[in-house]
């Protein structure tokens, strides 16, 4: 199975003070200083030699947002760090999201795809977020089905989410948030910080499990050929291939939706479902799917769920974006497994 996330920065802060160094694989995140001196820089943090920022007014750390953040649908953000006052303020801001705490509560905020957006905060949660002491504080925007927020691994909150985030360009911006009207930075975080760590969604999850079925070379020649016509075709037409992919990205968030909306039974069958089709699949049993997507249709038909009536469906068919790169790609008859399983669906 692909793993679900990616780990885009790690910043420890450790080694030579004013050299912040991204250790996540891409090595694509190094920070640098905004406003900080060489006092701000600590040998020690949560632990000996653990290194560690001193946040405050005017000081920030500003990350330039590399390809490894496009596209960041989904975010995963873990930071250590010790708060000297109760005030708000953001811990980070990425290109769509903002992860904060005030008071004794964490907070987020976020804009999707599509326009629009959302906060949510723990402030009524019996957990909270002490002054004075080292914590290590995660919200998680799946951007598929749910969000949480956790303090020092133990889950304070989570809710019902499925709206991927939007794709908005701007840097990176730990221990404060840069104003776009002014320029400068506000709700500076007040503190410590020892270490960062961002994870987006796996963007390749979809095409690491679906090569990971078993297929001749000659199959998988003829998928790879398909892939680089689709990618010649969206790299011709760049702005209809970004409104494609917010437009199916909609399509997906909608239908998802619809089944955490429903709750039980549904939520239940589609996740036991959704496991089949993958076993399924891992193991090239494509001739038994088709009646585990009857399946589905059906529970989600019982559910009085009407996916393909949706407003979301309507307008991925009846966009010019989608309507011009289809008329230019056209399915790969080499693989016949593939053909006789997409068609073998009723719907």
Same mark, same amino acid.
């Given at each position: 199975?692909?793993?679900? %996330? =990616?780990?885009?920065?790690?910043?420890?802060?450790?080694?030579?003070?004013?050299?912040?160094?991204? /250790?996540?694989?891409?090595?694509?995140?190094?920070?640098?200083?905004?406003?900080?001196?060489?006092?701000?820089?600590?040998?020690?943090?949560?632990? =000996?030699?653990?290194?560690?920022?001193?946040?405050?007014?005017?000081?920030?750390?500003?990350?330039?947002?590399?390809?490894?953040?496009?596209? @960041?649908?989904?975010?995963?953000?873990?930071?250590?760090?010790?708060?000297?006052? #109760?005030? $708000?303020?953001?811990?980070?801001?990425? #290109?769509?999201?903002?992860?904060?705490?005030?008071?004794?509560?964490? %907070?987020?905020?976020?804009?999707?795809?599509? *326009? *629009?957006?959302?906060?949510?905060?723990?402030?009524? /949660?019996?957990?909270?977020?002490?002054? *004075? $002491?080292?914590?290590?504080?995660?919200?998680?925007?799946?951007?598929?089905?749910?969000?949480?927020?956790?303090?020092?691994? $133990?889950?304070?909150?989570?809710?019902?989410?499925?709206?991927?985030?939007?794709?908005?360009?701007?840097?990176?911006?730990? *221990?404060?948030?840069?104003?776009?009207?002014?320029?400068?930075?506000?709700?500076?975080?007040?503190?410590?910080?020892?270490?960062?760590?961002?994870?987006?969604?796996?963007?390749?999850?979809?095409?690491?499990?679906?090569?990971?079925? #078993?297929?001749?070379?000659?199959?998988? =020649? @003829?998928?790879?050929?398909?892939?680089?016509?689709?990618?010649?075709?969206?790299?011709?037409?760049?702005?209809?291939?970004?409104?494609?992919?917010?437009?199916?990205?909609?399509?997906?968030?909608?239908?998802?939706?619809?089944?955490?909306?429903?709750? =039980?039974?549904?939520?239940?069958?589609?996740?036991?479902?959704?496991?089949?089709? /993958?076993?399924?699949?891992?193991?090239?049993?494509?001739? $038994?799917?088709?009646?585990?997507?009857?399946?589905? &249709?059906?529970?989600?038909?019982?559910?009085?769920?009407?996916? &393909?009536?949706?407003?979301?469906?309507?307008?991925? /068919?009846?966009?010019?974006?989608?309507?011009?790169?289809?008329?230019?790609?056209?399915? #790969?008859? @080499?693989?016949?497994?593939?053909?006789?399983?997409?068609?073998?669906?009723?719907?």
């Amino acid at each position: 199975m692909a793993q679900p %996330w =990616e780990l885009i920065l790690h910043h420890s802060y450790s080694g030579t003070p004013g050299v912040i160094f991204d /250790q996540s694989p891409a090595r694509g995140s190094h920070g640098t200083a905004v406003g900080l001196t060489g006092d701000d820089y600590l040998r020690d943090g949560i632990s =000996e030699g653990s290194g560690a920022i001193q946040f405050g007014p005017g000081k920030a750390v500003r990350v330039p947002t590399s390809k490894a953040w496009h596209p @960041c649908r989904g975010v995963m953000v873990e930071v250590v760090c010790r708060r000297d006052a #109760p005030s $708000e303020a953001n811990l980070i801001t990425g #290109p769509s999201f903002g992860f904060g705490v005030a008071d004794h509560y964490m %907070w987020a905020g976020y804009g999707v795809v599509g *326009g *629009g957006g959302g906060g949510s905060n723990t402030r009524q /949660q019996p957990i909270t977020v002490p002054v *004075g $002491e080292w914590v290590t504080l995660r919200w998680v925007f799946d951007g598929y089905f749910s969000q949480s927020y956790w303090l020092n691994g $133990e889950l304070v909150l989570t809710g019902k989410w499925t709206w991927p985030l939007a794709q908005s360009g701007g840097s990176v911006f730990i *221990g404060a948030h840069r104003s776009h009207a002014t320029g400068l930075l506000d709700n500076e975080f007040d503190g410590l910080i020892d270490d960062v760590k961002v994870w987006r969604a796996n963007p390749h999850k979809i095409d690491d499990e679906f090569t990971s079925r #078993p297929t001749d070379p000659a199959i998988a =020649e @003829c998928w790879q050929k398909w892939v680089r016509d689709l990618t010649a075709v969206f790299a011709a037409s760049p702005d209809c291939a970004r409104e494609f992919n917010d437009a199916l990205q909609k399509v997906m968030a909608a239908g998802r939706l619809l089944v955490v909306a429903n709750g =039980e039974p549904l939520a239940t069958t589609f996740a036991v479902l959704q496991a089949r089709y /993958q076993e399924l699949w891992l193991q090239g049993r494509l001739d $038994e799917i088709p009646a585990v997507l009857a399946d589905l &249709l059906a529970a989600v038909h019982d559910a009085g769920i009407d996916v &393909l009536n949706t407003d979301e469906v309507k307008e991925f /068919q009846q966009n010019s974006c989608v309507q011009e790169l289809m008329s230019q790609l056209k399915p #790969p008859d @080499c693989d016949a497994e593939f053909v006789d399983m997409a068609t073998g669906v009723k719907f």
